[in-house]
């Protein structure tokens, strides 16, 4: 196991391990600014002929990119494992939701963004007015390494049905994934309008300054403020998916065996590393007992390890397993209680379902991203308290809400920019629905028309369609037509 965790820089070269076992799963050589400059040419040229290819050009050959997709699964899933350690059942789940993605982005781009007529003003009733929206050109994509699949498609498979052409950094770790989505993609489309640049912050921040028409990044608050910063320098406009802190809500009327059961899979699915994942569960005190019973009850359960059916990967990043144990022995200090697991959870490069309840509020475990199986379990006296603690962090990204006549009010009144009720992580696989957050998890939509729409700008047309009626936009404008503005003014607006 290579000791200071992956991904290394060997002979300048990018090497990926994997988590489980410390074995290369592949070496990729780094790309400088240069490099992704060129890239960036590059993406420019085939960007000129995708969008001659129309809607129905694009559609037809992202649709093929969905069949190969599937066709070879089991490879991309066995790739997924090794490099990330996820388990082949969270690989298949992630797979399959952006399978959705690309299926639905491609059918709708045409409807959402081509050219329609839309209404004009009274005064202006001599003028046809058209709205379409055009691709940027060249997008940068910049994406993390915990859903290597489904986060980064979020943004490229978007961005492609818009019309651009995208330059896409993969994570440092998991470079392979990256590699393997733009070959399928090359084997599909003719021209590179799908490029991957390998390596890591550097390279990211050269694809920020490289002149790209927008930049699309997803990975931590903290980078997302340099990433921004740097596209600032040249007026990149950016779309930030940021890391979040999500709540679950389990009211008095809740199905409790139901929530026990969402906390649990929202909570660990992907051994906890997931932007959506459930971190903190807030249950009112008349249903906590029995909640917690059968949420400890089934965590216990959990088979952690690499076999084929283990539910609980590795943690892909090593250096996040400091994190995680930190954030444990806080809680512990400031009287949090363990209900399953404890500090020994912590066993590189695994780390055991862990359960702590009532932990103060102002805990690292309870303000930052823990990223790994721990969920935190606090006693709330209704669910509005519940709701004022969700909301009390800087965070806005997701959350989930159980409860039977309150459901909708308290998933409205959450400060996110997706909720579930009765349901954990749903919003993700349903490509309708925008995907993004508020506040301190970022801003601009992936998924849904909204995602279709971020990926282009509206080009308003006005065109004049009648002879002019009166001289209103021109300086032959005499006083007999200002009183006539004036009278239709206040016919309408009176
Ligand atoms: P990270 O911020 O460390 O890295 C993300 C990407 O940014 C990587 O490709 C990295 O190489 C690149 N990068 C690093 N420094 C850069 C710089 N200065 N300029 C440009 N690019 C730079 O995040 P991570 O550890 O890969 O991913 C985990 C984080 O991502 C968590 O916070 C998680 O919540 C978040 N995430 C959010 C979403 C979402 O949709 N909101 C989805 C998945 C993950």
Redo the contacts with the bound molecule.
């Keep these: 196991m290579n000791s200071d965790g992956n991904p290394q820089v060997i002979d300048e070269e990018l090497v990926s391990f994997s988590p489980a076992d410390g074995t290369v799963v592949d070496r990729f050589p780094i790309a400088g600014a240069e490099a992704v400059d060129a890239a960036v040419r590059t993406a420019r040229d085939a960007q000129k002929w995708w969008w001659e290819l129309g809607h129905a050009g694009r559609r037809q050959r992202l649709l093929r990119l969905r069949g190969e997709v599937s066709r070879r699964m089991p490879e991309l899933l066995a790739l997924m494992h090794a490099e990330t350690g996820k388990t082949l059942s969270d690989a298949r789940t992630e797979v399959a939701t952006a399978l959705e993605h690309l299926n639905w982005a491609p059918k709708h781009a045409r409807r959402v963004l081509g050219p329609r007529r839309v209404r004009t003003s009274l005064v202006l009733v001599d003028h046809a007015a058209h709205l379409e929206y055009r691709p940027y050109g060249v997008v940068g994509v ?6 290597p699949v489904l ?1 980064p498609l ?1 943004s490229i498979v978007y961005a492609l049905a818009a019309g651009n052409a995208v330059v896409f ?5 998991t470079p392979a994934v990256g590699q393997w989505l733009a070959d399928a993609f090359a084997q599909i489309v003719e021209r590179p309008v799908l490029q991957v640049v390998q ?3 550097e ?3 050269a ?2 300054r490289s002149g790209v028409d927008k930049l699309a ?8 403020k ?2 921004y910063a ?1 596209c600032a320098e040249k007026m990149t406009p950016v779309v930030l ?4 802190k999500d709540a679950l809500i389990v009211d008095h009327d809740a199905d409790v065996d139901a929530a026990a059961d969402s906390a649990l899979w929202g909570g660990l699915f992907n051994a906890g590393q ?3 994942g459930i971190e903190r569960v807030y249950v009112v005190e008349s249903v906590a007992d029995r909640f917690l019973e059968r949420l400890v009850t089934r965590a216990g359960e959990l088979r952690v390890g690499e076999a084929p059916d283990d539910q609980v990967g590795p943690i892909t ?1 090593p250096r996040q397993i400091d994190v995680i144990a930190g954030h444990i022995a806080d809680a512990a200090e400031r009287g949090g209680t363990f209900a399953l697991g404890g500090p020994e959870s912590v066993r590189p490069p695994y780390v055991h379902p862990t359960i702590i309840v009532d932990v103060p509020e102002d805990a690292r475990a309870m303000r930052e ?1 823990t ?1 790994g199986p721990v969920l935190i379990v606090n006693r709330v006296p209704d669910a509005d308290e519940a709701l004022t603690r969700a909301n009390a962090l800087p965070y806005g ?1 997701g959350g989930a809400v159980f409860a039977r006549s309150a459901g909708m009010r308290l998933a409205r009144g959450m400060k996110s920019g997706m909720t579930t009720v009765n349901s954990t992580l749903a919003f993700a696989g349903m490509p309708r629905l925008p ?3 508020v506040g301190e ?2 801003f601009g939509r ?1 998924h849904g028309e909204d995602g279709l729409r971020e990926f282009a700008y509206a080009k308003s047309i006005a065109r004049r369609r009648l002879p002019e009626l009166f001289p209103l936009l021109s300086f032959k404008r005499a006083e007999k037509h200002n009183r006539l503005i004036d009278r239709l003014m206040r016919i309408r607006h009176r």
């Design positions: 910049i994406g993390p390494w915990n859903y986060t979020g950094k993969p994570s440092e770790y390596g890591g912050g390279t990211g921040a694809l920020c990044f997803t990975g931590s608050t903290a980078t997302a340099k990433v740097t998916e940021c890391g979040g997931t932007c959506i990043m991203e990223f990204l995907f993004g957050g998890s970022g992936i």
